[in-house]
């Protein structure tokens, strides 16, 4: 016979003597009942049953028709058996050990009580005699206690919801880890307590899906707040609406909340190619912090608004953890424009969803013809994760078949700041549209993801991507702040597209760093960075960023069979003026790209090209004059596989590594306009053209192709070309291949000067071609250290005209200011240099080896240096016998007694010797010039000095050839027989 125990003092009988029945330290009825405080919603809402190991007990009950326990505690094998019970009194105890049959997931513990709430058939049941069986939690609520069928027809998103409003009234989470549910028409669930699905399965009939409503609302319990300010507070408020803005303490009193200001007076974001989207109302928002710290940048200024309104921010994290999701990829509508819900619906700041997995039915496809807003869906929230998701980019182009006629996302939101995704996965073909779609995104942070697309329409800002996979349809985004992406891998054929109808534009910083773009279709163009905005009034200003960087990027063709295709690092728009608003286009003021390559094919990339310089506004100012350029933006280019170009017209601009485009007569709108500073460095093959833009220009250790610094006037800057090859590679069009000239001045330092490429041929005989060189004639620029290639080198010399000496003293060292021709220093009297060529130097030495000597230039002529000063020496032996008319000698039997000039000069003075004492032997002489009497009556010595050094008065000039003598012109009387006399003419040849 079944013997009953009474467990000491707690008044409450156990069936039966098995030992694992007893439970120590037991709770009586009355202490129970004290502890539950005999009210019904604290009854229910209590979890001391479940502490203090009531419910045990009672699951080990007999179950059937009633119970052999006391009236105070009844075990039922299932809620029916509960609800037809009809000797249930008020106080009882219950347990149910199913919702349906014994071990379905529905057990429970109840309480009973008489009242009138409303049954929700899981935390009020109504039963016989006007009671109600009142659930008592055990720290989790289950979706079976609330009669979730669970068998494929039930639509269990009945009892989902219900279960939910009994937790979040109660704020108890709901913890249901295993299981299959049916979702059919339900919509609405609301959650506002922790969730913990588990391995929970929940299978969704999307045919039944609501263009208002979600499955899952999870909802914060906090109400929006409309902002109320005086007028003097509203003032000093709006001077703060602006960006740079990081402390409002207006806004103290509304700290923990989501603060949006909106002006829909003053319209922004116009759509290019939508006709009827005309712009979006002027809308910003940020967290206020502790005495009105503001976290999210301003981006707008405001002038005024028409709302502004907080959303309280929950003190506490709601963690939403496991569950997979079956979608049934079907449609409610049928190809319309409206969007539809099919998920989560995140309302609710500090929200955690993580652990999940979404996907279609097995054997599902996804032929859906409406699009949806995503499976997950925030909005109006602060700091929100997705982590360790697997979703679904849903299909919007089925080849042969009906496709969805816009954009259908699996994930999508809109204002939100501070939000991250980790470990999201969602991942599909080039069929599928976006798994992630947005408008107002702020600070968003993508890490350690598989996405197949990132696209934010309006307005995002401050996006950061880490240790990521974008798949095939990329990054489409508008906005601005900082974009930083680092080590991550993109599937297509852009890294980046900036949405061409809201602007392509970036209003902030853009850093690249370690990131591959790995090519879709190489037979297509592949780019890095896309801007390709339309000639259209976006209603807000629209540019290229304010800085970007962009270091170890990979352009990735491996495995693909067809190459050919066009690689770009960046790409921007013809204009930089919107020609019907005359808005300028804003430009960055620095542009780093560093370490670019390609795998997979030999062919490199191009870099820039900008076509219109004019009219961007840089935001600093710069300019160019005669004497210098002050930059206002700085572009380096290092390390980059640039691509080889096709061969074409030297003047081509077809293909181009880079292009700074401008008309030299062309005027550039302001100080604002872009002046760039430009540093090419490693470079590979360069092609690139200037035109008769401004910049100042560094190509360093790269081979430079055809270069063109010329376009209705020289380029406005200076060019530098150091340690590079000049290798020209061109269709041959006849024209130059190098137009180097520039304001500022063109340099060649330590640069190897090769034959230049025409039509496929090596042309060392066309080397002039160049434009600045023909070898031993003309160089043009500055040169320090130039070289000439081996193969030049060769070529002349076998053609019997060697590089001279002289050249190569041109290209060790040249300056721009010296004669641009070559000047022999050795040759014939035939091959001496024109004056031009030495720009007329005085004094410019030339060796003619015809006449075997030097000839100096001395300005007008060449003369001989040899003599600069010389004495012409004349004799009488005997002047005591000499007649007046006699000839001085300049040598016994010389044929005429002259000497002949070998240029022109003059007699400065002369001395004049007798052998004879002073004053006993004067004597007069005159100067003979081309046999006549040139300089007469000139004295011999006298009295004073003998010999005589004296002056020859007025002009004593002769020229090249003139025939000089000296002539007695008269002696003093009584000269000893044999008394010799001499003349000794000092002559000065000029201009040397």
Not at 560 to 565: I, Q, R, W
Not at 741 to 758: K, R
Not at 843 to 854: C, K, M, R, S, W
Not at 961 to 980: D, H, P
Request: hydrophobic share 40%; glycine share 10%.
């Amino acid at each position: 016979m079944m013997s009953m125990d009474r467990d000491n003092d707690d008044g409450i009988e156990l069936s039966g003597n098995n030992e694992s029945l007893r439970r120590p330290s037991a709770l009586s009825r009355r202490k129970l009942l004290a502890a539950l405080g005999g009210g019904g919603a604290a009854l229910a809402g209590s979890s001391l049953l479940l502490e203090s190991g009531w419910g045990q007990s009672i699951a080990e009950a007999t179950y059937g028709g009633g119970s052999s326990l006391t009236s105070c505690c009844r075990g039922y094998a299932s809620v029916n058996d509960m609800k037809a019970d009809t000797k249930l009194a008020a106080g009882a105890l219950v347990h149910t050990a199913g919702y349906y049959v014994p071990g379905d997931g529905g057990a429970a513990d109840y309480i009973v009580q008489a009242g009138t709430l409303t049954d929700d058939g899981g935390g009020v049941i109504a039963l016989q005699n006007g009671l109600q069986a009142i659930l008592l939690a055990r720290g989790g609520i289950r979706y079976k206690q609330f009669g979730a069928v669970c068998d494929g027809v039930n639509d269990d998103g009945v009892q989902i919801k219900k279960a939910h409003a009994y937790a979040n009234g109660r704020g108890l989470p709901i913890v249901d880890e295993s299981g299959e549910y049916w979702i059919r028409e339900t919509n609405g669930i609301v959650v506002q307590t922790n969730v913990s699905w588990g391995h929970t399965k929940f299978h969704i009939a999307e045919s039944f899906n609501s263009k208002t409503n979600a499955r899952f609302h999870v909802l914060s319990r906090q109400a929006p707040v409309d902002i109320v300010f005086d007028a003097p507070t509203k003032a000093a408020f709006l001077a703060k609406m602006r960006p740079g803005t990081t402390l409002c303490p207006e806004l103290a009193a509304y700290k923990n909340s989501l603060v949006f200001i909106v002006d829909a007076n003053d319209k922004i974001g116009a759509r290019f190619g939508y006709p009827t989207q005309t712009g979006w109302s002027k809308e910003d928002f940020f967290y206020v912090e502790e005495h009105g710290r503001i976290i999210g940048d301003m981006a707008w200024t405001f002038g005024n608004y028409t709302s502004l309104k907080a959303y309280p921010a929950e003190e506490s994290y709601l963690v939403i953890d496991g569950g997979t999701f079956l979608l049934s990829g079907d449609s409610a509508g049928n190809n319309n424009s409206a969007y539809w819900h099919n998920g989560i619906l995140v309302k609710r700041s500090r929200t955690i969803i993580r652990n999940q997995w979404v996907g279609l039915e097995q054997g599902a496809s996804d032929i859906a013809l409406d699009p949806r807003y995503g499976f997950y869906y925030l909005n109006y929230v602060y700091d929100v994760t997705l982590e360790n998701i697997r979703a679904i980019p849903y299909e919007q182009n089925r080849p042969g078949t009906e496709y969805v006629l816009i954009g259908t996302y699996g994930i999508g939101g809109a204002r939100v700041l501070n939000a991250t995704f980790r470990n999201v996965t969602a991942e599909g073909s080039l069929y599928h549209w976006g798994v992630f779609g947005t408008n107002l995104f702020k600070n968003f942070r993508i890490e350690n993801c598989r996405l197949n697309r990132v696209d934010v329409h309006f307005h995002c800002w401050n996006l950061y991507v880490f240790d990521s996979e974008i798949g095939y349809r990329g990054f489409t985004l508008t906005g601005g702040g900082e974009l930083i992406i680092e080590n991550t891998k993109r599937f297509g054929n852009q890294f980046i597209g900036f949405r061409r109808d809201f602007g392509a534009k970036w209003d902030g910083h853009i850093r690249i760093r370690n990131c591959r773009l790995v090519i879709d279709n190489g037979a297509n163009e592949a780019i890095a960075l896309d801007f390709n905005p339309a000639d259209f009034d976006y209603k807000y200003p629209i540019g290229y960023g304010r800085s970007i960087q962009l270091d170890n990027f990979a352009f990735d063709y491996t495995g693909l069979p067809n190459t050919s295709g066009i690689c770009r690092i960046m790409r921007i728009a013809a204009f930089s003026k919107v020609s019907a608003t005359g808005a300028r286009l804003f430009f960055p003021q620095l542009i780093e790209f560093k370490n670019v390559t390609v795998a997979g094919r030999d062919k490199g990339v191009r870099i820039l090209h900008i076509q219109d310089p004019f009219n961007f506004h840089v935001g600093k100012a710069g300019g160019v004059d005669s004497e210098r350029l002050t930059s206002n933006c700085y572009m380096r280019f290092e390390n980059i596989e640039g691509e080889k170009v096709p061969a074409q017209p030297s003047e081509s601009t077809s293909h181009m590594n880079f292009l700074l485009n401008g008309l030299g007569s062309a005027p550039y709108q302001d100080e604002y306009a872009l002046y760039p500073k430009i540093d090419f460095v490693q470079v590979g093959d360069f092609w690139g053209h200037f035109k008769g833009a401004a910049a100042d220009v560094t190509v360093q250790r790269s081979t430079v192709n055809c270069m063109d610094n010329y376009s209705g006037g020289q380029m406005r800057g200076r060019l530098l070309l150091d340690n590079c090859d000049i290798r020209a590679d061109a269709v041959d069009d006849g024209k130059v291949l190098y137009t180097l000239t520039s304001l500022l001045g063109t340099t060649l330092l330590n640069c190897t000067i090769h034959a230049p490429v025409l039509n496929g041929t090596s042309r060392p005989d066309l080397l002039s071609r160049c434009g600045f060189i023909e070898v031993n004639q003309k160089l043009q620029f500055n040169h320090l250290n130039t070289s000439l290639s081996k193969q030049v080198i060769d070529y002349f010399a076998a053609q019997g005209n060697p590089v001279q000496p002289e050249f190569y003293a041109m290209l060790k060292s040249h300056h721009a200011s010296d004669s641009s021709l070559m000047a022999r220093r050795k040759g014939t009297t035939a091959q001496r240099p024109s004056p031009a060529s030495f720009l007329s130097e005085k004094g410019f030495a030339y060796f003619d080896t015809d006449l075997e000597q030097v000839v100096v230039w001395d300005g007008t002529r060449w003369v001989y240096p040899s003599k600069s000063n010389d004495t012409l020496h004349f004799y009488i032996a005997d002047l005591s016998i000499a007649p007046a008319g006699a000839s001085f000698k300049r040598a016994e039997a010389h044929p005429s007694q002259a000497y002949v000039a070998a240029q022109s000069g003059r007699i400065s003075k002369y001395a004049a010797h007798v052998n004879a004492p002073s004053g006993t032997a004067s004597f007069t002489f005159d100067l003979w010039k081309d046999g006549a009497v040139w300089i007469s009556g000139l004295a011999g010595p006298g009295t004073a000095a003998n010999p005589l050094v004296a002056p020859i008065a007025g002009s004593a000039s002769f020229d090249e050839g003139s025939r000089i003598e000296v002539k007695l012109a008269g002696t003093a009387a009584g000269l000893s027989a044999g008394t010799y006399a001499t003349i000794d003419l000092y002559v000065h040849y000029a201009n040397y």
